[in-house]
């Protein structure tokens, strides 16, 4: 049997997922969390065998959840889920150590089969994800800007773009403000641009988040 935790900060999406997975005899959903910080305490106290992580939600988000939980248990595999595919953030989370990346929109049939070879040891990347990673590896003429960006600058650029404050970012990561803005305007230098409107412009022009998300 294989246990699951759904990490994701929409109900319905949850739901949905939770109804798909438990048609599935070797399947059984032991939990649901709706923030990282939700996900991580689960793991702690019961650690599952797989995890279907939300990369993009408030708090410490997917990203930094994903980290933890491997560091955590070498025996939780993470698969995360996302409706922005466009790198860095498929490389990154494989980086970190998650064992797949699926996008929301994939069909019962895939979510199913990468949770049943990330359960066995394997990765998962869905197809159309993974050549986009290679040809962005080939493609160094169109580089993505936000590769540049280092693990926690990612992390706090797209909780910025969420609308979260600053005070709440660093409550999140256990930081200072002050340090929250050090990473932020090393990203700005980084990204060359000067406010947080803009780095939202960028990041909806390279589709690590879509305009109807905000």
Not at 62 to 71: M, S
Not at 110 to 120: P, S
Request: hydrophobic share 45%; net charge negative.
């Amino acid at each position: 049997m294989v246990k699951i935790l759904i990490v994701d900060d929409h109900e319905l999406v949850r739901t949905g997922l939770r109804l798909i997975l438990e048609e599935v005899p070797e399947f059984e959903v032991v939990g649901e969390a709706k923030s990282g910080e939700d996900g991580l305490r689960f793991c702690r106290k019961d650690a599952p065998d797989v995890v279907l992580m939300d990369v993009n939600m408030p708090g410490i988000g997917g990203l930094e959840a994903t980290k933890q939980i491997v560091r955590l248990s070498e025996n939780t595999r993470v698969i995360c889920l996302s409706m922005h595919t466009e790198n860095p953030i498929p490389a990154k989370v494989m980086q970190m150590g998650a064992y797949g990346f699926v996008t929301k929109d994939a069909v019962p049939e895939e979510m199913i089969l990468a949770i049943h070879k990330v359960a066995a040891g394997q990765k998962y990347v869905a197809p159309e994800i993974a050549q986009q990673i290679a040809i962005g590896k080939l493609d160094m003429d169109d580089k993505n800007p936000f590769e540049q960006l280092s693990d926690r600058e990612l992390e706090i650029m797209l909780m910025l773009v969420k609308g979260q404050r600053v005070p709440e970012i660093a409550g999140s990561f256990n930081i200072s403000a002050k340090t929250v803005n050090t990473y932020r305007y090393r990203m700005f230098d980084k990204l060359n641009i000067n406010t947080d409107v803009e780095l939202t412009h960028l990041a909806i022009r390279y589709k690590l988040i879509s305009s109807e998300a905000l």
